[in-house]
């Protein structure tokens, strides 16, 4: 993420073709801009305010211009020991580490302003935290629809330990012996989509890096096994949005650092 610019009252805008310079009062017109049809990919980065981010100002000002449209912003949990370790992790019921407490709080301190009319959340330790620390505690709704891909008899395990067992396995082709397959993963996801059909406006979603990949796979119509193409990273925040009448991922694994 580019550095705040100095005390200048200035903001950088820039593209991949070009970059221009910009007052603070044009700050509006830049998000007014954003929001008309310039690709998210061209700008994401690049803006800066003095003590303000790109990703504060996507989420903060751009996000909520068609509450009357249903927005998906899907946030996975903060930091484990067991993120750390690459270890898997589903079933195993481990908190977030003091860092990943303070990632839960900036996570929360970037959707202040927003106006979520529910709350889902993992009945996992670590989602939990993160939608405590992030301020949405007091709202939320236990979706056991929104937990970790089941990791069975790798639960624990590193991938390149699992590899030493089974050659370039990846849990988006192959599934996880003992726990579930892509399948199985895909239905729980569409099953939390399918209750979304009638809604609009935003919904909040503290869930999981495997599980949310595949959310995000089939709220564009893919295959779960296309959720390997998603990077996620923990404390991150994602949108999934409708461009008239097409789904559109319209923000895509924002962090803020600690």
């Known amino acids: 993420m580019a550095?705040?610019?100095?005390?200048?009252?200035?903001?950088?805008?820039?593209?991949?073709?070009?970059?221009?310079?910009?007052?603070?009062?044009?700050?509006?017109?830049?998000?007014?801009?954003?929001?008309?049809?310039?690709m998210v990919e061209d700008i994401m980065a690049v803006i800066t305010v003095e003590g303000i981010t790109a990703a504060d100002i996507m989420v903060a000002d751009i996000t909520t211009k068609s509450p009357d449209r249903l927005q998906i912003f899907l946030c996975r949990h903060g930091e484990t020991e067991w993120t750390l370790t690459g270890q898997h992790t589903s079933?195993?019921?481990?908190?977030?580490?003091?860092?990943?407490?303070?990632?839960?709080?900036?996570?929360?301190?970037?959707?202040?302003?927003?106006?979520?009319?529910?709350?889902?959340?993992?009945?996992?330790?670590?989602?939990?935290?993160?939608?405590?620390?992030?301020?949405?505690?007091?709202?939320?709704?236990?979706?056991?629809?929104?937990m970790e891909w089941n990791y069975g008899e790798y639960e624990g395990i590193t991938t390149p330990q699992i590899w030493?067992?089974?050659?370039?396995?990846?849990?988006?082709?192959?599934?996880?012996?003992?726990?579930?397959?892509?399948?199985?993963?895909?239905?729980?996801?569409?099953?939390?989509?399918?209750s979304f059909v009638h809604e609009s406006g935003n919904i909040l979603i503290f869930s999981h890096g495997h599980f949310s990949?595949?959310?995000?796979?089939r709220w564009l119509g893919l295959n779960a096994e296309d959720g390997k193409l998603f990077s996620l990273s923990v404390a991150s925040v994602s949108i999934l949005a409708m461009e008239h009448d097409q789904r559109v991922i319209k923000l895509w694994n924002e962090t803020a650092k600690t």
């Open 164 to 194: 030493e067992k089974h050659a370039r396995w990846n849990i988006f082709d192959d599934g996880a012996p003992g726990g579930e397959s892509p399948d199985e993963v895909a239905e729980r996801a569409d099953h939390l989509l399918k």
């Open 91 to 146: 079933f195993s019921d481990v908190s977030l580490t003091e860092n990943g407490r303070k990632q839960a709080i900036m996570l929360g301190k970037r959707l202040q302003g927003i106006a979520f009319h529910k709350v889902i959340v993992s009945p996992m330790l670590r989602a939990q935290e993160t939608c405590q620390l992030a301020g949405f505690d007091h709202r939320k709704i236990i979706e056991p629809s929104a």
């Open 3 to 38: 550095a705040p610019l100095r005390k200048s009252g200035l903001a950088r805008v820039g593209t991949m073709a070009h970059g221009l310079i910009m007052s603070r009062d044009t700050i509006d017109g830049i998000v007014g801009a954003i929001t008309a049809d310039i």
């Open 213 to 217: 990949r595949v959310f995000a796979a």
